[in-house]
């Protein structure tokens, strides 16, 4: 199993910047993919970004696409997501979630998960 550590969250005002950060370690593991999700109160979760670990792939929901930008560092088995005007509607708890099966192909396939970090983008 992946242990994570999020951070990055905070209050911004809309149209501003934040960027998150997520740690993955552990005894033995190999990332096949790290993605975001988020979840607003009262709503389900929602999946935001993934990259794909060997060829950095990546993808993004159409809420934020072409406002945010995810990236990794393989040396520090980290992924950032860089999230460019903020708009209201991204206020939520955004989760990192790292999957080790090859083939992947589904929000089931992420077994380990960060315990959140609260964005806020105020009115």
């Known amino acids: 199993q992946v242990q994570l550590v999020e951070s990055g969250g905070g209050l911004v005002q809309p149209g501003g910047s934040l960027r998150l950060s997520c740690a993955a370690s552990g005894r033995a593991f190999r990332l096949e993919a790290m993605a975001w999700f988020r979840q607003a109160p009262g709503q389900a979760r929602e999946f935001v970004s993934y990259?794909?670990?060997?060829?950095?792939?990546?993808y993004y929901a159409d809420s934020v696409r072409g406002r945010f930008t995810i990236s990794r560092d393989n040396a520090k088995n980290t992924t950032y997501l860089q999230m460019n005007s903020l708009k209201v509607g991204d206020t939520a708890v955004y989760y990192c979630a790292a999957t080790e099966r090859p083939g992947w192909g589904s929000e089931d396939d992420f077994g380990s998960w960060g315990q959140g970090t609260q964005v806020t983008v105020s009115s």
């Open positions: 990259i794909n670990w060997g060829p950095g792939t990546t």
